[in-house]
């Protein structure tokens, strides 16, 4: 089991940045990625950035060269770094922990989500 909790969303004008965490506990040794998704209103869960258990990095062409994921030494705390922020980026920003389980297969487990609001 992997429990898993995001924060950091809030109001922020167009231009501007915010920092969204996602702290993960419990058996995170057998975390295999760490996803961002968002959802906007009316829209479905998409993905926008993906940090593999070796360091590699994926991002949705949409935020490329804007949004920079990264976890921290232990692995426990995931970061999107979010900048030149538009009204496009409006929705809430989902953490999702990939978990290998004691059977070798992948299991997901979601955070409850962080609401982002860019507008001026």
């Known amino acids: 089991q992997v429990q898993v909790v995001e924060s950091g969303g809030g109001l922020v004008q167009p231009g501007g940045s915010l920092l969204l965490s996602c702290v993960t506990s419990?058996?995170?040794?057998?975390?295999?990625?760490i996803n961002w998704y968002r959802q906007a209103p009316g829209s479905q869960r998409v993905l926008v950035a993906h940090?593999?258990?070796?360091?590699?990095?994926n991002y949705a062409d949409s935020v490329k060269g804007r949004f920079t994921i990264s976890r921290d030494n232990d692995k426990s705390v995931t970061y999107l770094k979010m900048s030149s922020l538009t009204p496009n980026d409006t929705a809430v920003y989902y953490c999702n922990a990939v978990v290998r389980n004691i059977w070798g297969r992948l299991e997901d487990y979601w955070g409850q989500g962080t609401h982002v609001t860019v507008s001026s």
């Open positions: 419990g058996n995170i040794d057998n975390i295999y990625a």
């Open positions: 940090v593999a258990g070796d360091g590699k990095t």
